[in-house]
């Protein structure tokens, strides 16, 4: 199987910068796809940002854009999410997921592995 391990979460203030990055680890074969997921209370996991095997393609959702940044280094199969101007409603559980597919695909279920999410909180 393959197992991802998130780093990075934590409290910072309105305009702060922070740093998200998953470490992956096991039947490496299987991870093409990498993204990051965010979680509000009480809704669905939704796309934050997806790059591609290579890396060479990526995807945001728009309430990043401009702000976020996703980069993958698969020489040490790490996959990080770059987030500036941050604000309050970027408040959430971050999830970093893995897919087979070589699309950049949207949605949770899309993704096979999953790992166990970091907290960031964004105080105004």
């Known amino acids: 199987q393959v197992q991802l391990v998130e780093s990075g979460g934590g409290l910072v203030q309105a305009g702060d910068s922070l740093r998200l990055s998953c470490a992956a680890s096991?039947?490496?074969?299987?991870?093409?796809?990498m993204a990051w997921f965010r979680q509000f209370p009480g809704n669905q996991r939704e796309l934050v940002a997806g790059i591609s095997p290579g890396g060479d393609l990526s995807d945001y959702a728009d309430a990043v854009k401009g702000r976020f940044t996703i980069s993958r280094d698969n020489t040490k199969n790490m996959v990080h999410l770059q987030m500036t101007n941050l604000k309050p409603d970027d408040t959430a559980v971050y999830y970093c997921?893995?897919?087979?597919?070589?699309?950049?695909?949207?949605?949770?279920?899309?993704?096979?592995?999953w790992g166990q999410g970091t907290q960031v909180t964004v105080s105004s």
């Open positions: 096991g039947r490496l074969l299987y991870v093409r796809t």
């Open positions: 997921a893995a897919t087979r597919r070589p699309d950049v695909a949207l949605f949770p279920d899309d993704y096979n592995y």
